[in-house]
């Protein structure tokens, strides 16, 4: 179940245009090699204290170098609940402790939902939901609310990242009800859907999952001919397996490190349900060059086996997008008698740069709540990309005509709440070029 970002970015950028912003001094330089005899948090008012410690892959007494310590900084602001993480080395009776200082950001409010479905501007959907985004101090996740406009939807979900100090399990819950266009035929289906998943952090980079999945689709009369049941209603189950390695030293805009999932995928157990296997391999490496700039490379593969229904077909040109070809759909969906099964490639290569470097600024007197106005970050990065994406049904059909290729650079602003905006102008083959605006790193 999809959960929108619920901050819209014009919003963002008009609030903070309006406030006195005060610049922040740098934290305490630390020399590393330093010997580090305990780590408390400090800052986390809400948040409980093993919940930040446990994300430091490190057995105290140690001895931590600067890369160390920029680890254990990103690993803490990759649990994405505060506005800044700080570290600070005190001597206490003749002892190092390292002190890991959070911003906490606001976690329970009523917020606006504003959102662009499937990377098109033409399809905004906005609502409203109730968000508790650090239930229980525990980075539990409790979100009940829903939109109108595009693809109209309400949900429940409720989601806990690790349960256990050392089964380290995690369990995640939802319900949602959704009117979705079909991508063949453009008309409304009804979707009621349930999810549960149960997972294990096997490290703190290595994790695996197990979903269950059950949808109900209602078509149309006059296209219940296309539901497997024939009596336009299908009941649609789905298990799924995923393994996941996350090494990545910021998730909100890498520089460094690898990213690989697998996902395999079983819909339908009976003849009057679809059944097809699905299987998603994504792999994101990120290699800094040339001082501070990163080249980016990904590489996705959806492979599918079996005939899908006309409701559960999947497309480059929605959620996955060839920049240059921002409005390609393939396969065509006119053609969905010739593709009941066909697997999907898209590679991406990106070369990333800062302008001006990530800093931290606070509003003072912020309105309603101050705390939401402390220690924002501003930036300005840049990069040039290169996306290249095909279909296929087999072998046969790959033919270098059938790629798609397009390149460009873009403008990336990096901004509280949102992390990023981007500003991009692509060419496909043909030489015809396009603006794109997004939020959140392409990947």
């Known amino acids: 179940m999809l959960i929108p970002r619920s901050v819209p970015t014009a919003a963002v950028l008009v609030i903070l245009s309006l406030l006195p ?49 920029k680890l254990i900084q990103n690993r803490v602001q990759n649990l994405r609940l ?86 380290r399990l995690n369990l995640s819950v939802g319900l949602s009800q959704a009117t979705a266009v079909n991508k063949i035929f453009g008309f409304q289906e009804e979707r009621l859907g349930f999810n549960l ?9 290595l994790d695996t999952n197990l979903q269950f999945s059950l949808t109900r689709v209602t078509l149309l009369p006059e296209y219940q001919s296309f539901s497997v049941s024939g009596s336009g209603r299908d009941l649609v189950p789905s298990l799924s397996w ?34 097809y296997w699905r299987t998603t391999l994504d792999g994101r490496f990120y290699q800094p060059v040339l001082g501070s700039a990163t080249l980016a490379v990904r590489q996705l593969f959806i492979l599918n086996s079996g005939k899908m229904p006309v409701y559960d077909r999947i497309f480059l040109g929605f959620n996955e997008r060839i920049r240059g070809y921002y409005n390609l759909i393939l396969p065509d969906p006119a053609r969905y008698a010739d593709y009941a099964s ?54 046969a059909d790959i033919r270098l005509k059938d790629f798609y290729t397009g390149y460009g650079v ?13 500003i991009e102008y692509a060419l496909n083959k043909f030489g015809r070029g396009q603006f794109i605006f997004n939020t959140g790193i392409s990947f």
């Open 21 to 69: 912003w005060k610049t922040l001094a740098a934290q305490d330089s630390i020399a590393p090699p330093v010997r580090i005899d305990q780590v408390v948090a400090a800052g986390n008012k809400i948040t409980a204290q093993d919940v930040i410690l446990r994300e430091i892959p490190f057995s105290f007494p140690a001895v931590l170098s600067a890369d160390d310590l």
């Open 82 to 167: 505060f506005n800044r993480v700080e570290l600070r080395v005190d001597e206490r009776e003749g002892r190092n402790v390292l002190t890991v200082l959070v911003t906490e950001s606001w976690y329970i409010f009523p917020s606006p939902v504003f959102f662009v479905s499937e990377r098109d501007w033409d399809k905004l959907s906005y609502g409203l939901q109730l968000t508790d985004g650090n239930f229980r101090g525990r980075n539990e996740k409790l979100r009940i609310g829903g939109w109108f406009g595009y693809n109209p939807s309400y949900f429940l979900s409720y989601s806990i990242p690790w349960i256990g100090e050392r089964q």
């Open 197 to 205: 998943k149960v997972g294990k952090r096997l490290s703190l980079k």
């Open 242 to 275: 995923q393994t996941r390695w996350e090494n990545r030293d910021l998730t909100e805009y890498p520089r460094k490190g690898t990213y690989l999932a697998v996902n395999v995928q079983r819909t339908g157990f009976a003849r009057t349900q679809p059944e």
């Open 342 to 395: 066909y697997s999907i490639s898209l590679t991406s290569l990106e070369f990333r740069f800062p302008i001006l470097p990530v800093r931290y600024f606070s509003i003072e007197n912020g309105p309603l709540i101050p705390s939401l106005f402390r220690n924002l970050k501003f930036g300005i990065s840049a990069g040039f990309f290169l996306d290249n994406g095909f279909v296929w049904r087999n072998a």
């Open 410 to 422: 873009g403008l990336h602003i990096h901004l509280p709440y949102i992390n990023v905006f981007r």
